[in-house]
């Protein structure tokens, strides 16, 4: 891993901005998930996705045209066809190279991690950039009190190439139980669905918050333990654990289980919320560049998500933790603060939920 980079949207919704739009408070949030604010963008998930990865391309001293694979992980893709990774490749301006999009949740930049390193072992590929971003806010229902406090925008980058056989990636754990997979959804699109349906317009988060928390804890110790035997470590041996950022409870559950201490977890969901694919290298380039992780350091990757999709990684970092040029790439500007982002979202919301009966 020789690049890293990422890119958080300039709009900040707090706690306390979502209590004027619904029944909730700043403490009733952050004593049940640890957040306190998040990111809402005001651009598409390929912009997002292009900032973060120039930024990771700096770190590397690498071009665009230096890439030869992009994969991108998403579960909110700018469009349904063609892949996001497409539209990223043009927005970076590389004439030909192989791109595709994984959609497996909050696990996204883990599975891609294991095929970006299966396609450089197999000499596939030569350098890999992964993309993971999001753009959660545009699914949610703002009258929906239990997933709306949860989610935000942002996206993260890193560059992956061969190295020597002692660093890189030295352990890979994924899986999936598909017979759960209702738990975390977003029904009505598809073609399962009936295109002339009403509802076809009403895409939302379902989320079955208790069942995804006894699942999540015990599908990230599973992938992580089985990552960890998978490269020959155990747990004294790891010196950083960077686990998906679903909330504060689901992480401190998962770290204790696995018996490592908190000065070893790489904690921002308090400021980003649960980003889905991008939160663990939004997290691990926040830790770059607050010098948490050394040259030589076992770093431990954990992630669960949609599918319901889990999956752990053990990288060995390689002999650089410093980034050899910055890129001065940004997002447009933004004159808008978070809530005012929402706003006409939430009113239509509103509007349908006092027409349904519902509180809010």
């Not at 893709?77 to 004439?95: H, N």
């Not at 949609?306 to 990684?313: D, H, Q």
């Amino acid at each position: 891993m020789t690049g890293w980079g990422h890119c958080a949207p300039p709009a900040v919704l707090t706690n306390h901005d979502l209590a004027t739009i619904m029944e909730t408070s700043d403490e009733w949030i952050v004593e049940r998930t640890g957040i306190r604010q998040r990111h809402v963008s005001h651009v598409g998930t390929s912009v997002l996705g292009e900032v973060a990865a120039r930024r990771a391309l700096a770190t590397a001293d690498c071009e665009p045209d230096d890439i030869d694979t992009l994969i991108f992980a998403s579960v909110s893709p700018e469009l349904l066809i063609p892949s996001t990774a497409s539209l990223v490749q043009k927005r970076l301006g590389i004439e030909d190279l192989a791109a595709m999009d994984l959609n497996v949740g909050c696990s996204g930049f883990v599975y891609g991690l294991a095929i970006a390193n299966g396609l450089i072992g197999g000499g596939v590929s030569r350098r890999v950039l992964l993309i993971a971003a999001e753009r959660l806010t545009w699914y949610l229902d703002w009258t929906l009190r239990d997933t709306a406090v949860l989610f935000g925008d942002g996206a993260g980058a890193v560059v992956l190439e061969a190295g020597e056989s002692a660093e890189g990636l030295l352990g890979a754990d994924l899986g999936n139980d598909g017979a759960a997979a209702s738990a975390l959804m977003v029904p009505n699109f598809g073609t399962s669905m009936d295109r002339i349906r009403q509802d076809m317009l009403e895409l939302t988060v379902q989320f079955d918050g208790r069942e995804i928390f006894r699942r999540a804890v015990k599908g990230m110790l599973r992938s992580g333990l089985a990552a960890l035997e998978m490269a020959g470590a155990g747990l004294a041996d790891v010196d950083v654990l960077v686990p998906h950022q679903a909330n504060r409870r689901i992480i401190d559950a998962a770290a204790q289980k696995l018996g490592i201490d908190a000065e070893k977890v790489v904690v921002n969901v308090d400021r980003y919320g649960n980003t889905s694919a991008a939160s663990i290298p939004i997290a691990l380039s926040e830790a770059m560049h607050e010098e948490r992780i050394a040259p030589g350091d076992l770093v431990l990757f954990t992630a669960f998500g949609a599918g319901l999709s889990r999956g752990g990684a053990v990288l060995r970092w390689g002999p650089r933790a410093t980034p050899i040029g910055h890129s001065d790439a940004a997002l447009p500007p933004c004159e808008l603060s978070g809530l005012e982002l929402i706003a006409d979202r939430v009113q239509a919301m509103q509007d349908r939920a006092r027409a349904e009966g519902r509180s809010f």
